[in-house]
């Protein structure tokens, strides 16, 4: 998926459900981002760097509220110099949060910033030498109000 593609898809996956959400990416404009943090949004899918601007500039903004905090890339991130920025939202978290990091690789900044930063950190890996089996299918169910 392209990254200029999430906000669609965002807003698609959550059609039918109560969920509000709210994408936080450089480029966009400040405006409807406001709008959609006024909405007091379940899901925030954000860019660190926008994401610590709101938390800068928007009164009342934080994220003592998550339980659930997703880095995405995270290895792809700690290569492109944001690991100070991941940092920094990380210390903004709550203590309770359960954080999972998403990579492809494990750089040793990445796996520094786990030990040191995170609690208990578990590491799931899934090795291209391990054979998937034939049976396992993968299946997504949508469904309106009533159905």
Not at 74 to 83: H, L, P, T, V
Not at 91 to 112: G, H, I, K, N, V
Request: aromatic fraction near 8%; proline fraction near 4%.
């Amino acid at each position: 998926m392209i990254w200029s593609d999430l906000p669609q898809v965002i807003r698609e996956l959550s059609k039918g459900t109560n969920l509000r959400t709210a994408v936080l990416v450089g480029g966009d404009a400040m405006e409807a981002q406001f709008a959609e943090l006024a909405q007091n949004p379940d899901i925030i899918v954000a860019t660190p760097g926008r994401l610590l601007h709101h938390l800068a500039e928007v009164q009342g903004f934080n994220l003592s509220g998550v339980e659930y905090c997703v880095f995405d890339e995270a290895d792809r991130m700690f290569e492109m110099g944001f690991a100070e920025q991941v940092k920094e939202i990380v210390r903004q978290l709550r203590e309770s949060r359960q954080t999972l990091m998403f990579s492809a690789t494990l750089p040793r900044s990445l796996a520094d910033f786990a030990a040191a930063g995170l609690n208990n950190p578990q590491l799931v890996r899934l090795d291209a030498d391990r054979k998937l089996s034939p049976d396992l299918g993968l299946a997504f169910f949508t469904g309106g109000a009533g159905e």
